[in-house]
């Protein structure tokens, strides 16, 4: 079974949980790329409280998603790295993965699309979800198909987070239980157990 996904940037927990229910899921490549979304941020938890990485991109109005450049005149990547290690080093797991997290940041896609799909294949194969990857070749408007997700996932609409069962996050000391931020907070602090709560998520 197929779906259609939005790209996403170390995409959120439900991004995951939804994809792990198809043997494939299809990126939106063609469309006209739009501001604000996950396609280029994503959202963790730090001492401080949720904080949004967002990847500097070069487009212009009228730029595909497929089209959108990754701007490397700063040094994001770098300020990412240093923000998710300030973040999790004092998870549970951090030490599993940070070695492959800071690869990827420091790869050097030319567009955001690889960059994105580089971190959603990675995601999955931590969360052990055996699921092609593909992109689309030619743009449709959204239609009353259930196995269309690319305007589901939103920073703008917060997602339905009912079935989010409250796990130990580092900062739990202080600041209550945030749902649904980057499968990456997940993963930090779950490891294994991680794919478990996926799989609990109606």
Wanted: aromatic share 14%; with cysteine.
């Amino acid at each position: 079974m197929k779906a259609l996904f939005s790209a996403a940037y170390f995409p959120p927990i439900a991004w995951i949980a939804a994809a792990r229910r198809y043997d494939t899921i299809i990126i939106e490549a063609k469309e006209t790329y739009p501001k604000q979304t996950y396609r280029n941020r994503t959202e963790i938890m730090t001492a401080g409280g949720i904080r949004e990485l967002t990847v500097p991109v070069i487009r212009n109005n009228h730029s595909r998603t497929d089209e959108v450049r990754i701007d490397y005149r700063d040094r994001w990547s770098t300020i990412h790295m240093r923000t998710l290690t300030a973040a999790y080093s004092a998870s549970p797991y951090f030490q599993y993965y940070s070695d492959e997290i800071e690869h990827i940041l420091g790869s050097k896609y030319a567009t955001l699309l690889e960059l994105d799909i580089a971190t959603i294949q990675w995601l999955l194969k931590k969360y052990k979800i055996k699921c092609r990857v593909e992109l689309t070749s030619d743009w449709a408007a959204p239609a009353s198909e259930q196995h269309d997700f690319r305007y589901t996932f939103t920073p703008k609409r917060p997602y339905p987070t009912d079935s989010f069962k409250p796990y130990y996050q580092v900062f739990s000391d202080r600041i209550p239980f945030t749902p649904n931020l980057s499968a990456i907070d997940l993963l930090m602090n779950l490891g294994p157990e991680a794919k478990d709560y996926i799989e609990s998520i109606a």
